[in-house]
């Protein structure tokens, strides 16, 4: 069974930066791609960021470009995302997530089978 563990959330002011992490277990994580959603209260899920298995393609969503890094670790089976000069509307639930099978990864919700619990990511004003 896939699992999912994010970790790296918390309270920080505008202009900071914060690294999440999620390690991923239950099959060969170098085998798939990798992706980042978050949820803010009272709207939708949202997708920001994915990777490919090797790592070699990156994919953003533009509210979060060139601020956003997502990165992966196959030895460790890790996924991060890098979030720098946090913005207020980047407050949510961030969600690793994975899709059930091989190839590019979507930026749509529907395309991943497999979720962590989420991390809360609060920046003030």
């Known amino acids: 069974q896939v699992q999912l563990v994010e970790s790296g959330g918390g309270l920080v002011q505008a202009g900071d930066s914060l690294r999440l992490s999620c390690v991923a277990s239950?099959?060969?994580?170098?085998?798939?791609?990798m992706g980042w959603f978050r949820q803010a209260p009272g709207k939708e899920r949202e997708f920001v960021a994915a990777?490919?298995?090797?790592?070699?393609?990156?994919y953003y969503a533009d509210s979060v470009k060139v601020r956003f890094t997502i990165s992966r670790d196959n030895a460790v089976n890790t996924v991060y995302l890098q979030m720098n000069s946090l913005k207020p509307e980047d407050t949510a639930v961030y969600y690793c997530?994975?899709?059930?099978?091989?190839?590019?990864?979507?930026?749509?919700?529907?395309?991943?089978?497999?979720w962590g619990q989420g991390t809360q990511v609060t920046v003030s004003s």
């Open positions: 239950g099959r060969t994580f170098s085998d798939y791609a």
């Open positions: 997530a994975s899709p059930p099978g091989l190839g590019v990864p979507e930026p749509t919700i529907h395309n991943y089978a497999f």
């Open positions: 990777i490919t298995w090797s790592g070699h393609m990156t």
